[in-house]
């Protein structure tokens, strides 16, 4: 058995007192996005966690880097995010996305706090090219295989600036396919599109992190995928339904439930995390929360990831 430990998935929930600054438009906005940053920063590295994230309190969803600076796509109109009751920014694709003459370099290493997050095992989420694909209004190229291939072939040049700025952790988030359930030839190009990324991902580690479906119809299939490991929401999918196959990789185990304030006991953590372990057997073993936890507001947050470090201190001594 590889590691075992503990992280944080996706955008973290804002404090009331910066979302008071943002209704506001508070000149100190910057300044107290960064303040906020620090403190939850600073409590990933004291409890322990395997890697480290920057919160992303300034994002205001997963696209929304991605709409306001790379090249060939326009902000769209809000849309509501699956069955939740929180919207996104629509990205418009207007042209060509990979080979842009205007695209020169990183779109999201300007959106993190590389400076707070200290110089070893940082972590970041990036949405994977189906789930970009699913969510964005194609109004240039006709054909979502071919805009997914693009996609992939920008998130490979976004990961290739991520690692040499010392990220070792790479969480594609894909609620899309978890949604869906794609199958066939469509599960065979998500793959595909997701090798592309994996092999300019050298030096960091590529998890794929689904959620808002029940993956145990595919599940299979995901087991092939040639990535460093899978991340599991197992509010939606049931143990039982996967416990006969063998994890040949890493598994991030999404066993906090991110869209409910009822709070999970360390123990009862542990506990679960333990016979999923025995279970699936994977390489390697993380907890984490189901999906971003800024659907719950943010004392709950916090309660969350202190209850998530508690049971992998307890997981660990077991």
């Known amino acids: 058995m590889g590691e075992l430990g503990a992280y944080l998935t996706g955008i973290f929930p804002r404090p009331e007192r910066l979302i008071e600054a943002t209704r506001k438009s508070d000149p100190n906005l910057e300044d107290l996005v960064e303040v906020e940053e620090r403190k939850i920063i600073k409590l990933q590295r004291q409890y322990g966690l395997a890697y480290c994230s920057d919160p992303l309190l300034d994002w205001d969803d997963m696209l ?24 996104y920014r629509m990205p418009l694709v207007m ?9 020169k370099g990183s779109v999201i290493l300007k959106h993190i706090h590389t400076n ?21 209004d194609d109004r ?3 054909n979502k295989v071919d805009l997914m291939f693009d996609i992939a072939k920008v998130l490979s040049k976004e990961i290739r600036f991520l690692v040499k700025s010392g990220f070792s952790m790479i969480q594609l988030n894909a609620p899309s ?20 990324i994996v092999k300019h991902a050298s030096g960091a580690k590529v998890y794929l ?31 039982d339904s996967i416990k006969d196959y063998s994890v040949d990789m890493g598994l991030a185990c999404g066993c906090l439930d991110a869209q409910n304030t ?7 953590i542990a506990e679960f995390a333990s016979h999923v372990l025995e279970a699936l057997s994977p390489k390697e073993f993380f907890i984490t929360n189901s999906c971003d936890l800024e659907y719950i507001p ?14 992998s201190f307890i997981l660990k001594g077991s």
């Open 209 to 239: 992190h689904l959620y808002w479906g029940d993956i145990s119809k595919i599940f299979p299939k995901l087991l092939d995928l040639d990535i460093d490991g899978i991340g599991i929401d197992f509010t939606r999918t049931p143990l």
């Open 177 to 196: 396919i978890a949604y869906q359930e794609p199958k066939g030839d469509q599960l065979s190009q998500i793959g595909d599109a997701i090798n592309e």
């Open 116 to 136: 707070l997050l200290g110089k070893s095992r940082r972590k970041i989420d990036l949405p994977d090219p189906f789930t970009m694909t699913d969510l964005s």
């Open 95 to 103: 042209e060509k996305l990979d080979g842009h003459p205007k695209y």
């Open 140 to 142: 240039y190229y006709g």
């Open 64 to 87: 929304r880097p991605f709409t306001d600076g790379l090249p060939g796509l326009k902000s769209g109109p809000l849309n509501r995010i699956f069955e939740n009751n929180t919207f």
């Open 262 to 268: 009822r709070m999970e006991d360390p123990k009862s």
């Open 298 to 311: 943010y004392p709950f947050a916090i309660r969350k990831l202190t209850n998530m470090a508690k049971a």
